[in-house]
């Protein structure tokens, strides 16, 4: 049977009342009955109980929850330092991180960012990406929200990063693949990072700065990508690995 997820605040054993968008959602969307098995996930403390549904009123549901747990993930931390991109690329990307197993996804501001954003219009762009991240986790049935950090300058990204992960910056114009060091990252099964940059590519002083902070630059691919679609294929690529080794 489906088990139903939703984000609650402070979640904890016992009776929990559900309303406002969480209750259109379930039972305007997902048609939710009596019975039904739901996972409640608090984003803030990563933690998640597991739930069923008692009763159903005109607004709201009650639910009964067991005893929460860790919804931490339980693969390697994997960490997606993203530049600001112009458009929706970034809202894209944030959802897409966030199926593909993101534990925490860091958006900097680099040199040759097309968008500029003032402090009023980052906040706003930060809240947007965390309700897509959570809209995310919800949809792709995965039972922990990444954590959102940014907007930050390009050197706060480099060093936020913890030194035992395996850090990649996804460069055009470096001259080692990723292929290698990467697939010697994931067989010894090491926490990840990978740093992408804007439409308009790293200025070379951000590269010296990764490589500074122990950061590795390689090359993904022979042709230059967009900067969603790097995100996207090296992500993929980590997913479908992570995915055989589990199933082998």
């Not at 489906?2 to 009776?15: E, F, H, T």
């Not at 067991?66 to 919804?71: I, N, Q, Y």
């Not at 959102?148 to 030194?163: F, H, K, N």
């Not at 993929?236 to 199933?247: E, F």
Request: net charge negative; proline share 4%; glycine share 6%.
């Amino acid at each position: 049977m489906r088990k139903y997820r939703v984000l609650v605040p402070n979640v904890a054993s016992g009776q929990i009342v559900i309303d406002g968008d969480r209750f259109h959602y379930l039972c305007h969307v997902l048609r939710v009955r009596e019975g039904d098995p739901v996972i409640l996930i608090d984003a803030a403390s990563k933690m998640r109980a597991h739930a069923h549904i008692l009763s159903i009123h005109d607004h709201s549901l009650v639910v009964l929850a067991g005893a929460p747990e860790s919804a931490t993930s339980h693969e390697p931390h994997l960490t997606l330092v993203q530049s600001l991109a112009k458009g929706d690329k970034v809202d894209n990307i944030v959802r897409d991180a966030t199926e593909l197993g993101v534990s925490t996804l860091v958006v900097a501001s680099t040199k040759r960012c097309v968008v500029q954003l003032d402090s009023e219009r980052a906040t706003q762009r930060m809240d947007r990406w965390r309700k897509i991240a959570e809209e995310a986790t919800r949809q792709c049935e995965r039972d922990d929200v990444p954590e959102l950090l940014g907007i930050v300058s390009w050197d706060e990204a480099m060093q936020s990063v913890a030194q035992e992960s395996a850090r990649f910056v996804l460069y055009e114009r470096a001259e080692t693949p990723l292929g290698e060091p990467l697939a010697n990252a994931l067989i010894h099964d090491r926490p990840l990072a990978f740093a992408v940059g804007p439409e308009g590519g790293l200025d070379p002083d951000e590269v010296a700065c990764a490589l500074e902070n122990g950061w590795a630059i390689t090359s993904m691919s022979p042709t230059i990508l967009r900067t969603e679609t790097v995100a996207t294929a090296v992500l993929g690529a980590v997913a479908v690995w992570r995915g055989g080794m589990q199933s082998a």
